[in-house]
């Protein structure tokens, strides 16, 4: 019964591991709503747009960005290279002089698909694994 138990033990742990490793491997998607008019994005039109600096997007609506928080670090780290305390700390000079606001923060890519479909400009990111038909790709985030 004791070795049953350490197997499934074992074998639950490795499934862990191995469905972490498939989700990590997929790769990061800046996304908007399907029938948003924003054609693709650079990757330096995605840095201003989520570091603050554009408040419109390339076809002139205003820029609403969200914050994928399962995704965050990940994201930055990719995008910029910067960790989650450079970010934060970025963040509280640009609040403190009053010069823009940070992202709106969503918990997870299902939260942040039902933002965007109920915000016009609203520009987030996921996984190309979560990209369904009510999603456009805009930048894909090469690693």
């Given at each position: 019964?004791?070795?049953?138990?350490?197997?499934?033990?074992?074998?639950?742990?490795?499934?862990?591991?191995?469905?972490?490793?498939?989700?990590?491997?997929?790769?990061?998607?800046?996304?908007?709503?399907?029938?948003?008019?924003?054609?693709?994005?650079?990757?330096?039109?995605?840095?201003?747009?989520?570091?603050?600096?554009?408040?419109?997007?390339?076809?002139?609506?205003?820029?609403?960005?969200?914050?994928?928080?399962?995704?965050?670090?990940?994201?930055?780290?990719?995008?910029?290279?910067?960790?989650?305390?450079?970010?934060?700390?970025?963040?509280?000079?640009l609040i403190y002089s009053g010069q823009t606001l940070p992202p709106r923060q969503?918990?997870?890519?299902?939260?942040?698909?039902?933002?965007?479909?109920?915000?016009?400009?609203?520009?987030?990111?996921?996984?190309?694994?979560?990209?369904?038909?009510?999603?456009?790709?805009?930048?894909?985030?090469?690693?």
């Amino acid at each position: 019964m004791h070795c049953r138990r350490l197997l499934l033990i074992v074998l639950t742990i490795a499934g862990l591991v191995g469905a972490s490793g498939v989700a990590s491997a997929s790769r990061l998607v800046v996304v908007v709503e399907r029938a948003s008019r924003v054609g693709e994005m650079s990757r330096s039109q995605v840095v201003n747009a989520f570091l603050g600096r554009f408040r419109q997007l390339p076809d002139g609506t205003r820029a609403h960005t969200a914050d994928n928080e399962e995704l965050k670090e990940r994201f930055y780290l990719e995008l910029v290279d910067k960790t989650p305390g450079e970010i934060g700390a970025y963040w509280a000079r640009l609040i403190y002089s009053g010069q823009t606001l940070p992202p709106r923060q969503l918990n997870d890519s299902a939260q942040l698909v039902e933002w965007l479909i109920e915000t016009p400009g609203g520009i987030g990111y996921t996984t190309e694994d979560r990209i369904d038909e009510r999603l456009r790709v805009l930048f894909v985030l090469e690693p």
